[in-house]
């Protein structure tokens, strides 16, 4: 990376960054890994020739995203091994038949995880001045819609055949699984430090705001509309905001 986005930053700063830029690396190889798996299953499963090719498309989109966040992690002092294949769990519960299982696990990756990833993105791009991070946070949100989308197809096709609602009750242990338990827990000065945001970094209490927030505008409205239940997730919601923890 260019200096310009990490140039004078305090010591604690930059490695917060380092480490976050780091961890998305390794989240953006197994988005690479689950969508060429997803495309797998689609086409298994029946779905349209465009939302294989899709899901397809996604997954290189997802391998250059990892090469952006490297270079990025890189510039502000980590190390990034050049090639690694992350494991790829099984993420839908056992019992499903694979038209379940498939839509469970683009929901979860693509309506939930891909539309709290846009979130984050944008209040980024609200913050960020380094032309070379702005140039990076641009192309990942480019490309995050369009994954995204693939989600809300997915899950209205399926609703149109009448088979999401068995989805409801599962929406929790989908949002449990995409955060870290540290969302709901106080941070530290550093992970409050509103430098941060200058390096592509959301504070801690930024962070809540944004999943909160994409959550009641974008995910619940959206699941609801595809008859998805969102009674038990909004739950999980408000339980997870006043746990004793905060
Ligand atoms: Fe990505
Ligand atoms: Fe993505």
């Known amino acids: 990376m260019s200096a310009d986005a990490d140039a004078g930053a305090p010591g ?107 979130g984050v993105l944008t209040a980024l791009l609200e913050a960020v001045r380094s032309p070379r991070l702005r140039q990076v946070l641009h192309e990942l949100a480019r490309d995050e819609v369009r994954h995204s989308r693939l989600g809300w197809a997915h899950l209205a096709a399926e609703y149109a055949q009448g088979t999401t609602a068995f989805l409801g009750p599962l929406v929790p242990a989908m949002l449990e699984g995409s955060v870290g338990p540290e969302l709901f827990t106080r941070g530290s000065p550093d992970d409050e430090d509103e430098g941060l945001l200058e390096h592509g970094v959301l504070t801690r209490r930024r962070k809540l705001e944004v999943f909160r927030g994409t959550l009641e505008e974008v995910v619940f409205p959206g699941l609801d509309r595809f008859g998805v239940d969102t009674a038990p997730a909004r739950a999980w919601l408000t339980d997870k905001l006043h746990a004793p923890t905060r």
């Open 12 to 118: 604690s700063l930059r490695s917060l960054a380092a480490a976050a830029w780091k961890f998305r690396w390794l989240v953006e190889l197994e988005a690479e890994a689950r969508f060429a798996r997803l495309a797998q299953r689609l086409e298994q499963i029946g779905a349209g020739r465009e939302m294989v090719d899709l899901a397809r498309r996604c997954s290189q989109d997802e391998r250059r995203h990892a090469g952006l966040c490297a270079e990025l992690a890189t510039g502000y002092g980590e190390s990034v091994p050049r090639e690694f294949s992350p494991r790829l769990r099984e993420i839908a519960p056992r019992g499903l038949l694979l038209r379940g299982q498939v839509l469970y696990e683009v929901v979860a990756s693509c309506c939930i995880t891909e539309t709290e990833s846009m």
